[in-house]
């Protein structure tokens, strides 16, 4: 397993978190790996803190997103990090925010860290089956209308589409 020396004291607290979770994967939680494509092959375009294949075969991409990440002052996601999770997101990947200043607030409680990341993993994977669903509609030709779409950036740095009629 291999390493880099930028991995974090956070990253490896995020990392410990996940191992410690009660749930079953298909492919144990692994740090700093390299990203791969819907055809399953490595392509090395990306490199994700902690990635983990769900029992159900879903793969998560579990970033522990540190100050760097977020735009000043605002709070915002950065350009560069909000193309990651884009990108990820077209790789097949279900993107697992881990924001600093939230983990802080726990305070090192082991228990209330792995609450957390279950809420975060339930709300990533909600997400990812409501957007799939969306576009599996879009696809279909559903939608009789196009559609434009603006994004909102939340206090989080969320992005939020907002959709509107043409």
């Known amino acids: ?3 880099s020396e930028s991995v974090t004291r956070f990253q490896k607290s995020v990392y410990a978190a996940v191992q410690q979770l009660p749930m079953q994967w298909s492919e144990q939680p692994a740090m700093e790996q390299l990203s791969r494509g819907r055809d399953g092959q490595e392509d090395g375009a990306l490199l994700i803190d902690i990635t983990a294949k769900t029992a159900e075969g879903v793969w998560l991409a579990i970033e522990a997103d ?3 990440h977020y735009r000043q002052p605002d709070g915002a996601l950065t350009g560069p990090t909000q193309y990651r999770n884009r990108a990820l997101a077209a790789r097949g990947y279900v993107v697992v925010s881990v924001p600093y200043f939230e983990w802080n607030k726990l305070r090192g409680d082991a228990h209330q860290r792995q609450q ?3 809420r975060l993993m339930k709300q990533a994977l909600q997400q990812a089956s409501t957007n799939s669903a969306a576009a599996a509609g879009s696809s279909a030709g559903q939608q009789s209308r196009p559609q434009l779409s603006s994004g909102v950036t939340t206090s989080s740095g969320r ?5 509107k009629a043409a």
């Open 1 to 3: 397993e291999q390493q």
């Open 66 to 68: 540190g100050p760097d």
């Open 116 to 118: 957390y990341l279950r």
């Open 159 to 163: 992005v939020r589409r907002i959709r």
